[in-house]
């Protein structure tokens, strides 16, 4: 399935259009918060607009898919979509002025293509000139370099029937688990997903619907905007935005993706650079939002201290204990070790993974180490230094 929407250096490229999908999407304007209005559109295929009052078919879906550089990755990704045993109705991709060949190799594996005149700039940026042209009910965004179980949507759709939630989001698990910080992800996530998630989503609120997987109401994102562009932690603005606006938020931990962490500490310092000064920008833009949601308030306390107080005993108090007063306080670095090990093996265990968990709980204490120092040092630099981070390189 394919569709040609870019600019006029990729409209020759051949397609294989489905008759079944129709190439005749056109641009809604979005304006995200902090955002200014969109001022390019590509060049379309077709002359046609939907007509004035368009109504999607329900429970329609596009996939939609911001990728820059991604020439490595798209194919997997959108051959993953293929493979769905409920496939979705359009595949967008955004391609966003790659310097590598992404937008032919997604429009040669059926995806549409949509490509901006310039960079957009970010990732939310980008989702949001895709969402543009989503023609359908549910839009459901993922990583260029994610792919998904084959029954991944099927689990995950059901809960938008059920109209209190605005989003839903799925279970993550690393593609690769090689290197010491794909193994201290893969124990992060299990860890995450199996313990924190389910209580939050009890809750009806999740911290976070991930930005890698997570499904959407089209008029929704629309009527809020977009994807926030003021924090460069979207995903995370967008979920607190959604409960502002008296929305619940499903975690679905049958539906499962599977992104590409970060193999290298290089690669993993960008990633939580973002993620940290994105957490502290939400916080400073939705704070008094907070006070009006309870159980949200609660966990975003208990983030709070885990980023900075947690982060601070670390650093300082178990050091000097140790130095001044027993080597034996170095233990208290590992005092949790049951509480995380449980969620963590169990999780494991379901998946026959049991030996690579185990195997991989040291590299979880020392990403553990690196997470918290990344949470200090963007905390500084966020509330102290007045240094916000409006630049980021890729890492999802």
Known sequence: MSAVLTDPVARDATTNASSLLPTTL????????????????????????????????KGSLTVLIPAYNEAENIAETIQSLHAQTIKPDHIIVVDDCSKDNTGEIARANGATVVRPSKNRGCKASALNYGLDYVPDELCL??????????????????????ERFGAACGFVLPRRVQTMWERGRYVEY?????FYKPIQDYYGRPMIASGCFSVYRTADLRRIGGWPTRTVGEDMDLTWTLYNDGYQVRYVPEAICYPIEPPTFSFMQKQLTRWSSGFWQCVKVHWKDLLNVPYLRMIVAV??????????????LLPLLAIFIHPLFLLGYL???PSIAGPVLYGAYKRGETLKALSSIPAFYVLRFV?????????????????PLRTFEKGH
């Open 26 to 57: 056109q641009p809604q304007a979005t304006t995200a918060p902090g955002a200014a209005p969109l001022a390019e559109r590509p060049y379309v295929e077709s002359a046609s607009r939907p007509a004035p009052g368009h109504q999607p078919r």
């Open 141 to 162: 965004a993922i990583d260029a370099d994610t792919t998904l179980a084959p029954d991944a949507i099927e689990k995950l759709l059901p809960a938008m029937s059920d």
């Open 190 to 194: 299990l860890y995450a997903f199996e």
């Open 303 to 316: 983030a709070l201290w885990d980023a900075v107080f947690a982060a601070t005993i670390y650093f300082t």
């Open 335 to 337: 005092m949790d070790l």
């Open 371 to 387: 997470n918290f120092y990344y949470s200090l040092k963007t905390f500084y630099l966020e509330f102290i230094a007045r240094r």
